[in-house]
């Protein structure tokens, strides 16, 4: 083998191995991508590559024929590197070239997607901002160099502009789409669960956590001020129903009492009756007016008491009730927080020394109480029973020390007789109480006796 056959060998093992790596590079330089607009929504591509106005930076562009209004999608997980939402200049003619709205949603692997032409004030999305495949991006519109309503969409190179380096890239079960291809999208995108949830702590929800906080309408404006530095408003109206509604939603796993607040940031807060809504259960929602124009930073709502379960909110609507013609009130959205508020726990009353023993006593002296013998006398049968023996006379003459004993006995019973407590009080001493049985034994033996002396008379 000659040396310039090897040469030629060796020059072409590296073309082939640079060729394959281009390959391979431009296999793996972008995530999976997915139609660029909603899922089950039908367009077709209106001009492909290196044709038309699709030159140099823009060779590997699509433009698809979408009508103004439509939405467009982010074909994969990524970031806002960069977004433009205020131009309104547009004409069919290259000198608008730059007056385009856009949004471009970087994936982080060097590669990005640059959605081109969009409408004015159509994104809710922020610089920085994570979206996720599916997730709308903004509405297409006439800005910039267009002909006609479409979506310019193609894959870039980052770099330091908006207007970067477009690369070939296929889309997943479509590949590369030539002139007129139609494509549907699938691009359903993975549902956005909200994950957060009330555990006995505390949670915070901002509202650029486009899980938690939902925005309806497209109403919103942008703060770079606040919680995190950032926050939105819109305005107040006096209409009868809710236009624009701000949520932000959570799941309670600790039922309990949290304490809520709002975040009310300094700027564009201006609405003197912002009615926050809270759902703390299935129930109707309670709701507490705030002034935002007045009541600044975290704004205690109260405290309230949230069950179990999923789709709680805090919600504030613009229909506060402020006229928007004659005030132009400014509603602010930020942050909200939620704090558990652990239940009181009553410490019992500390007792004295030995109070256990009193307290003893009393139990038992009221089990001893309902445990009286009912089958023997029960107190007002004793007190009668006894109250008959003191007034018969033929029993009292015979009955002695046993007697008084008797008396006191049934005295213990509760009977008022002042000369009986004027004996116990006179002898200055305790008088043990006597068994019953002792009282009948000496009743007997004194009739006894009284019999035996009457025989013996007789
Ligand atoms: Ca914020």
Request: aromatic share 8%; net charge negative; hydrophobic share 40%.
């Amino acid at each position: 083998m000659s040396t310039r056959r090897i040469v030629a060998r060796s020059l072409f093992a590296v073309a082939a191995f640079t060729a394959l790596s281009g390959l391979a590079t431009s296999a793996w330089a972008t995530p999976p991508l997915m139609v660029p607009w909603p899922c089950g929504t039908t367009y077709s591509v209106t001009q492909g590559h290196n044709t038309g106005s699709h030159t140099a930076e823009g060779s590997w562009a699509w433009d698809f024929g979408i009508p103004v209004g439509a939405e467009v999608a982010a074909p994969a997980a990524g970031q806002v590197r960069r977004m433009r939402m205020d131009s309104t200049r547009s004409g069919c003619d290259a000198a608008y070239a730059n007056d385009a709205n856009y949004v471009i949603v970087d994936f982080g692997d060097g590669t990005e997607a640059l959605f081109l032409h969009l409408q004015a004030n159509s994104s809710s999305l922020q610089v920085g901002q994570s979206v996720q495949a599916g997730q709308v991006v903004g509405r297409v519109g006439l800005s910039g160099w267009v002909c006609g309503a479409h979506l310019h969409f193609q894959i870039q190179n980052t770099c330091a502009s908006w207007w970067c380096q477009s690369i070939a890239a296929s889309f997943v079960g479509f590949g590369n789409p030539g002139l007129g291809t139609p494509l549907t999208s699938d691009n359903c995108g993975a549902p956005v669960t909200c994950d957060a949830r009330l555990n006995g702590g505390t949670t915070l929800i901002d509202e650029l956590d486009t899980a938690c906080f939902s925005r309806a309408t497209q109403w919103w404006w942008d703060v770079a001020e606040g919680y995190d530095g950032h926050h939105f408003y819109t305005f107040a109206t006096d209409a009868a129903a809710a236009d624009t509604v701000g949520r932000w939603s959570f799941g309670v796993d600790v039922a309990g009492d949290y304490r809520v607040e709002a975040f009310i940031p300094n700027n564009e807060a201006e609405s003197q009756q912002a009615r926050y809504q809270l759902a703390t259960g299935p129930q109707t929602p309670q709701s507490r007016l705030v002034n935002q124009a007045t009541e600044k930073g975290w704004v205690d709502l109260g405290v309230y008491s949230f069950t179990n379960g999923d789709a709680r909110f805090v919600s504030l609507a613009d229909n506060t009730g402020e006229n928007y013609d004659a005030l132009k009130r400014k509603l602010a959205y930020d942050a909200v927080r939620l704090t558990w508020v652990p239940p009181v726990v009553v410490e019992p009353e500390p007792q004295p020394e030995g109070s256990d023993d009193v307290a003893d006593v009393a139990q038992d002296q009221s089990q001893t109480d309902a445990s009286e013998p009912s089958d023997v006398l029960s107190p007002p049968d004793l007190r009668t029973d006894a109250a008959e023996e003191l007034t018969s006379s033929d029993v009292s003459a015979d009955l002695g020390p046993s007697d008084t004993q008797s008396t006191v006995d049934a005295d213990s019973g509760g009977i008022a007789d002042p000369s009986r407590e004027t004996v116990e009080g006179a002898c200055g001493c305790h008088v043990a109480s006597p068994r019953r049985e002792d009282f009948w034994l000496g009743l007997g033996m004194g009739l006894g006796l009284l019999g035996l002396v009457r025989r013996r008379l007789s």
